[in-house]
């Protein structure tokens, strides 16, 4: 295969991570202007946005009115750690797992909470678990977006609309590009870098009246540290749910947070942030169609993800070669990539297959990654060539 022409226009926007994501289209410093700098949290002005930017990821996410929204510590990770330690124990629990943060999960159920009563439901990447062995009147953890495999969860309907346990959902990959069954999950955590292009460390956290009722009917045979205490007294701790947060939050970053929100808003909310990541993943899986050297990760196009797009290097050349090898060989088109200054940070996942890794979040113009995919065929040649000439 020979080299091709260097392309000559170039994505507008190279940031194509997986997380930090693209800011929203226009953004710049001065929609920080107003943040509460030098203030306390728990002044009125912090009070305020802490209690302004739940009520817009309700509005925006179309959360129901008797779920609780709570800003928490440590980003998506922490999140789902506060509903492991604080809601895990009282019955069996399925853990269900198809990449690296599912895995994690199952790790620290197992491992670190060491609860007796465990069952793993695994698949590898590019897969999803059979769903129909699990058993709902247990306690189910799983992710909603692998997104270091690609792979998601297609809707809910694996979830009965009766249950006894409850169901914990990591969607951090997946909130405001995907629709979220809320009346079939009692537990939602995501983190404000993914599809809104929010600033890291701040996670969210979403309660059912359900995950509620176990929060005051169950107490964990472990100690808590303080960042993951919801109750005080044996009841919700309601001031978690209104602003107050556990520790001292970052007011640029609610800044941030809030000015993604309101431009959510601008565009038509859930329906047009849903919509862009749609159109943005049309333009990759239509190049992948045509492609005779990339794949999509995930085996079932029903599960494929339209915020974390996962590619494997198909090309026989290619796969003939060992593990190590092809990862280099991908590697190469990254770094490639990153020098012309097309596309930063879109390589596979340090658990994850060999391959590339293209954010498609709602953040991301569709103009930019058409722009982007006859670079992708550049980078590839070059390689292919490379890989040749050493051969």
């Known amino acids: 295969m020979t080299t091709l022409p260097t392309p000559d226009v170039r994505p507008a926007n190279p940031n194509f991570s997986s997380g930090p994501c693209a800011k929203r289209p226009g953004w710049s410093l001065e929609a920080l202007k ?8 728990r002044a009125k002005i912090g009070k305020t946005k802490l209690a302004r930017a739940i009520d817009l990821t309700r509005e925006v996410l179309q959360v129901p009115a008797d779920w609780r929204i709570g800003i928490v510590p440590a980003s998506d990770t922490g ?34 909470l060491r609860l007796k009563d465990v069952r793993i439901f695994e698949a590898p990447y590019g897969e999803l678990p059979d769903l129909a062995q699990l058993d709902f009147d247990r306690d ?3 992710t909603w977006n692998g997104t270091t495999s690609g792979v998601r969860v297609p809707n809910a309907d694996f979830i009965p609309a009766a249950r006894g346990g409850l169901t914990i959902c990591d969607a951090t990959s997946a909130a405001f590009a995907q629709r979220l069954d809320f009346a079939k999950l009692d537990v939602v955590t995501f983190s404000w870098q993914k599809v809104l292009g929010g600033e890291g460390a701040h996670g969210m956290l979403i309660l059912s009246p359900r995950a509620v009722a176990r929060l005051e009917s169950y107490k964990p045979a472990w100690p808590l540290p303080k960042i993951f205490r919801l109750t005080s007294g044996g009841k919700l701790n309601e001031g978690i749910f209104k602003g107050e947060t556990i520790n001292t939050p970052s007011m640029l970053a609610v800044e941030d947070y809030l000015d993604a929100l309101e431009w959510a808003r601008r565009i038509g909310g859930l329906d047009a942030l849903v919509a862009r990541a749609d159109a943005n ?20 196009p029903q599960t494929r993800s339209n915020t974390s797009v996962c ?36 390589g596979h996942y340090r658990d994850a297959p ?20 006859p670079w992708l065929d550049w980078a ?12």
């Open 79 to 112: 999140a789902v750690e506060m509903a492991l330690w604080s809601l895990l124990g009282e019955r069996g629990v399925d853990m269900v797992a198809w990449e690296s943060f599912g895995s994690g999960w199952v790790t620290d159920v197992a491992k670190q």
């Open 34 to 41: 107003d943040a509460a700098l030098g203030r306390s949290h």
């Open 311 to 346: 590619l494997s290097i198909v090309d026989p050349a290619v796969t003939a070669l060992s593990t190590e090898a092809q990862a280099e060989f991908a590697k190469g088109i990254v770094s490639a990539l990153d020098k012309q200054g097309v596309a930063y940070d879109i």
């Open 354 to 373: 060999p391959g590339l890794r293209i954010w498609a979040g709602a953040t991301v113009e569709a103009s930019d990654l058409e722009k982007l995919m």
């Open 140 to 142: 189910v953890v799983f």
């Open 281 to 300: 993943f049309t333009v990759i899986d239509r190049f992948v169609e045509k492609s005779p050297w990339l794949g999509h990760l995930a085996a079932k």
């Open 380 to 391: 590839f040649a070059q390689q292919k060539a490379a890989l040749k000439a050493a051969a």
